[in-house]
């Protein structure tokens, strides 16, 4: 057998490997099949992807960017790869370059429900709140299970001071991950608007003993805080929280 096409072989046994790992939900031995494959000089979008992937989730944003960027170089219209381009650009602060490749996304594939969720994150840092909840409402109605579009849903209605809207969002959001972060951010601004201040400020502290928590979400939640202990009078702990 001629080398050229024992080393193709072994290319392709390599890809089929990855892509099964992958598939079965062993995303650490599909990770690590994907960097030792690019690392020998093969390339391939599902190589680069993963990577991606795995750079994201190392918190190398920049890194996560290029790689899901040379993906789309060989496979522009992978709207996975557009999908998560658009949430690591989001992620890196340049919600206009994200919107750009989620509107590309779902010009392909309109029902797929994570890019219309990262869509409506994009434009919720523009100050498009109407077009943002729009993007979270279109997920749901492709993924009525999509706890993202939930959690968000039910925070801008705590936002608006819905507080009913902001509590029954939530509920179908924690029905379906009793954790999820957002979700209880609402319920804490809930609990504000309806002069409830120790349950918000019991909801704030349980949030940020979360170690998984977003910088954003973090934010979030020791401004809840603050206006927790204010309600209770205790301006110095509220500044604190503030600062």
Known sequence: MP?????????????RETVAAS??????????????????????????RLRGLKHERQGDLEAAAAD????????????????????CLAKLGRPGEALSALDVALSLEPGFAPAHCHRGGALEALGQTERAREAYEGALQHDPGSIRALGALALMAARRGDAPEARALAARALELESGEPVAHLALGLADLETG???????????????????PQDQGIALTLLGDAVDGQDRAEEAFGAYE
């Open 196 to 214: 409830d201040v120790t349950a918000a400020e019991r909801r704030a502290r349980t949030l940020l003993e979360n170690p998984a928590l977003s």
């Open 68 to 87: 899901f960027r040379d993906a789309l170089a060989d496979a522009p219209n992978d709207f996975a790869t557009l999908n998560a381009l658009g949430a």
């Open 23 to 48: 598939q079965g939900g062993d995303l650490e031995r599909a990770f690590a099949l994907a960097q030792a494959a690019l690392a020998d000089g093969l390339t391939h979008p599902v190589f680069h």
């Open 3 to 15: 080398a050229e096409t024992a080393a193709s072989e072994r290319d392709i046994q390599i890809l």
